[in-house]
């Protein structure tokens, strides 16, 4: 585009409401809300900075930049900018102007955070961010604390502390400074005009927000702290602790009571300690107050009244690109990703008795409130007056796309049949007619399992992990199942060792391999020395894998590693990977990719969506027709062939309603 000019930004800001517990919707809608300082650099050269705090105003040319098609504004997580500067201006300002830097990164493999990506991209000094902005953050941006040294403020300005002040601004240029950079050196590996599309369509998502219901969050919330209180006095008296909510107080009663060494005080240790025969009541009684005291689901509903916005709605659900390995969102604040399932019925009663905190109806009803109140968290997000949730996701998307990615026929061919591919696969692995409920219906379990399980070269161990011992399924019986599976779909367990065998190809000689569809390359960024192994996927989109190198594992076998952000430690750090899961990281982003292209073409249809879960979407609307007719239309949409992969059978079901649940 010729006569595009690019604006890099980075503000500071003041809010009383805590970013972290509420979100930046909610922090940037605060009556107090303020811009502090707004840094700036015109297509990269010197850095400005406008001190707001101290009455400095935008130069007219830079106010009139935020609304010009032809300036491209880049900020490090640009959403945060845009929340801001849309609140600032009074008006929403266009999504297709601004370009996401952290987005950048986290495409190419890089983690979150401006300070975490410039160390793994190894940037010299001078470009890199100052360490000194958190304290100053702590001073500046957030309320403090009155005290008689202070004289009982409840705020710092800049003329309490003008040096620190003045360090501030050096951080808050330097911040554009390491953005630039970033940006720069990322630049050999584009962000696709697709994603980019996305990305502004999950900024108008997260900014529209789903309604709650306060009325039901608060009556669950007293109704919580009612039974925390019964059940804490219940143990005092059982076990005479002063304080049996502590690990440790706990940990030593129950040693003294049952003669054993109590390593930890986990959920999975309390169950099996439960499960142990021979136990006092006592022991057992205490064990359960323990569990019911430690269903850390209920406390989304603290998560939603510190998120909810002055409108009744919480916004900022969601992540875009949150799982940069695969592009898959994340969940933040309440974690909509991880609710709890909900079996409680009657749900309206249930929510009613919630509503109106009726304890003791609530517990002969449904028994334990706390394991009620866990599994009636979806159905505080609700349709305002006037309007229906519509609920659709996608059937068995994973499976679907890794039988299109293999080609494996016969799988297939159940899916465009409408079929059911656990019966399915237990067919074809035990090669008789298995019917759901009837002929050889007892063998649907082990299907069911081997399909949750096997697919990325999962074996016995995967089985375990997904619940098959606790289905009844014997041990002896695993490998078995393995092996029935693995010879059931020939050209699944091929695609693991046609990726593993083309990556390790590239990685040693470079060149192109190309596996069903998806081209396997070693790319190098000559001006930056990067090399990466890359993943093209159908949808022209790209997996990125950092410093790809190739060794040998704990087995002494081949190993393929790179550099990315271990889930666990959170550290930038070597990662192995191998055939199987390279193929995850495939499937599931091409499933990512069909969801990305339905909640695109829903948009287009005037049907907003409010946030979605996996491969689940969430639309809030006034009702347009009747209930039949709405769904049919959003499933129809989220089951329309994908452009860059037709003959991949996509199918949706869903429901409508006045509140979210799970079907």
Known sequence: MSGVSHLSIDLETYSSVPIGKAGAQAYFRSPDFEILLFAYSWDGGPVQIVDMAQGEVLPPELLAALTTPNVIKHAYNAAFEWGCLSQYMGFKLPPEQWRDTMLHGLYCGYTAGLEATGRAMGLAEDKQKLNTGKALIRYFCVPCKPTKS????????????PERWELFKTYCKQDVVTEMEIERRLSTFP???????????DLIINDRGVAVDLGFVHGALDLGELVREELTAEAVTLSGLRNPNSVKQLGEWLEQETGAEIENLRKDTVSKLLGQEGNSEAVSRMLAIRQELGKTSIKK?????EAVCADGRVRGLLQFYGANRTGRWAGRLVQVQNLPRTYTEPLPLARELVRDRRLDALRVVYGSVNDTLSQLIRTAFVAPAGHVLIDADFSA?????????AGEEWRLDVFRQGGDIYCASASQMFKCNVVKGGENGHLRQKGKVAELALGYQGSTGALITMGALDMGIPEDDLPDIVNRWRKANPKIVDLWRDFETAAQAVIEFGGVKVVRGCTVRREYDSS??????TIHLPSRRKLFYMDPALGENRWGMPSISYMGMDQTTKKWKRIETYGGKLVENCVQAIARDCLAQAIEHLEAEGLPVVFHVHDEVVIDVKPFADENVMLDKVVQIMSKPVPWAADLPLAADGWVGSFFRKD
């Not at 202070?150 to 502390?161: C, K």
């Not at 962000?191 to 369509?201: F, I, L, R, S, Y």
């Not at 930056?528 to 192994?533: A, D, I, P, Q, Y």
């Open 150 to 161: 202070n004289g009982g403020r409840t705020r710092n300005y800049p003329r309490h502390a």
């Open 191 to 201: 962000v696709p005009a697709d994603v980019q599309k996305q990305w502004e369509t």
């Open 301 to 305: 509903y603290d998560a939603i009244t």
């Open 397 to 405: 998307i994973e499976a679907r796309v890794i039988s299109w990615l």
């Open 528 to 533: 930056n020395g990067v090399t990466c192994l």
